[in-house]
């Protein structure tokens, strides 16, 4: 009887949570003007208009550049920590981890903020720079986790094996370190990407005047009205920011299996 009870529960909440997502995607091809029940005609029309939008071509080019760059210097200073924290002793090693890990306990609200106070103290203004600074401070813990977990599991004699045929530290990196982590680095890229194209809430304090991300911009459609393009713009977002965080996984899951069908072999 309880663990029925539990049960219920259990698919109780996930019907509250996801029911409004199904509500959005279901309502995305609906021929309706108004976007809402009963359903008429099964349409693509509304993803058409997407195309003919140009405020959504503009934001999603923004998000898109955002998005890229973000992945490139969040992933080039995750690995570049990663590396430190787990092949490195030094001081004030718990410290830097902390630093790196404290955006993901602060509210967005907060850090966004404080960021924009921060700058506001150097008399620089809202910027597409600001943007991407913040992004690159939301999206690096998730870098530098996925590069720790990737990291711990490579062992160290492969790089001192390196090391006793004459490799020296930079040539370890090259082609021993880097080509392993290889499919972490696509994974947490993948990441940083996903994060960075979803936010909203910090983005809004720091987006300059004028310019939009594709969160930003359905938040402001949905001052004027509720359009059956919004569904339609939401339904894209969601498969797209599904389909990456899978992709990364994939990946990771299948160097995990490579890794102990070597370590099988090996053995």
């Known amino acids: 009887m309880g663990s029925r009870f539990i049960t219920l529960i259990t698919w109780a909440v996930y019907l509250f949570l996801f029911a409004p997502i199904l509500v959005v995607v279901i309502l995305s091809f609906n021929s309706s003007q108004f976007g809402s029940f009963p359903f008429r005609d099964f349409t693509f029309h509304w993803y058409a208009t997407l195309l003919d939008n140009q405020a959504i071509l503009d934001a999603a080019k923004t998000s898109l550049v955002l998005g890229l760059l973000v992945a490139l210097i969040s992933t080039a200073i995750g690995v570049l920590a990663a ?5 490195h002793e030094f001081l004030g090693k718990g410290f830097v981890l902390v630093l790196i890990t404290a955006p993901l306990l602060i509210p967005e609200t907060v850090l966004g903020v404080g960021l924009l106070l921060f700058m506001r103290t150097l008399n620089q203004p809202r910027s597409l720079l600001l943007l991407l600074i913040g992004h690159v401070v939301l999206t690096l813990p998730f870098v530098v986790m996925v590069l720790q ?9 492969y790089e001192e094996a390196a090391r006793t045929l004459g490799a020296n530290q930079v040539e370890v990196l090259r082609t021993v370190t880097l080509p392993l982590l290889a499919p972490a680095l696509f994974a947490a890229a993948l990441f940083a990407f996903t994060v960075s194209f979803d936010n909203i809430t910090a983005s809004m304090f720091w987006r300059p005047g004028g310019v939009q991300t594709v969160p930003t911009e359905i ?17 894209v977002i969601i498969a797209f920011t599904l389909l990456l965080p899978m992709i990364g996984g994939l990946i990771l899951r299948g160097r995990a299996h490579a890794d102990l069908n070597q370590n099988k072999m090996g053995e």
């Open 83 to 87: 590396l430190a924290l787990v092949r």
């Open 149 to 157: 977990a990737r990291l711990v599991g490579i062992k160290r004699s």
């Open 219 to 235: 938040f402001a459609m949905l001052r004027n009205s509720i359009s059956p393009e919004i569904n339609a713009l939401g339904t």
